[in-house]
């Protein structure tokens, strides 16, 4: 759960528009401008100082079950977090033992990330990269790629980040991610009555027209968008779960401290709570 999409407005623009590479930069500027508020927000739980003991706080869904059953113990093996932002994931591996490389596109992120990082004594390697290539990684040098919420929805191009992943992987690795399920995406945030705000196929991209200077753009992908391509870039799918949440705080904004309104889990209250918020997906490069 390490990165809530921050709220953008809702205006679609024109995938031929914009090209790839543009919309990841702007993407990158767009981290790299709001860190600083970004770590004031995160300190202000501190999450991210306990994440090292208690991993399960680092991820949602069923990702640290999937970890701990496909990856076994991870003393020793090489694992990588991408799109890591605020590095929760990589301190809870850590924590359990594996040899972590955390990259994301932003170095203000992984800025952060180390300052917080060596406060801890956490040996963790950070790396700026586009998860899209990730071409300052090495092939098959992990035994665990992750991805945790708040990932795709910054992501142009599913099937270039599923190759990226699928070289950097071992044979027999795994790549686990969780995120929010895309059948949370079309619906008006937090709105009542229950309302849609678009179609569930409209996938974006989306910006903030009213704020170019700090613009950015993000997808709704569906899971065909996101289990096809998986699939194609070689990758064999072990397992998928989907999820409600686990605390009312998810309702309420992007604060990690525990909800305060219970009725908030109640679909009778609150229709989108009757549907999953997370999607797990479990895959593996294929042993040769």
Known sequence: MECPTPSLGQSRLRESLIAEPLEHEANRRYWDALSPRWRELRDRDGLWTRCAIEPDLAFEGEALSMIRAYCGDLTGKAACVIGSCDAYAAFALTGLGARVTATDISQGQLDVARQRAERLGLDIGFVRADAADLAPLPDEAFDLVCSTNGFFVWIAC???????????????????????????????DQAQPFAMAKPYWDTGPYTDEENASERAFEFNWTLADLLNPLTEAGLVLRRIAETPVRDPCFWEGHSYEPGVDSGLMDWRTNPRAGLPVWLTVCAQKPER
């Open 158 to 188: 599913p099937d270039h980040v599923f190759a990226a992943v699928h070289r950097v992987l071992k044979p027999g690795g795994v790549y686990i991610f969780y995120d929010i399920h895309p059948f949370q995406r079309p619906w008006q």
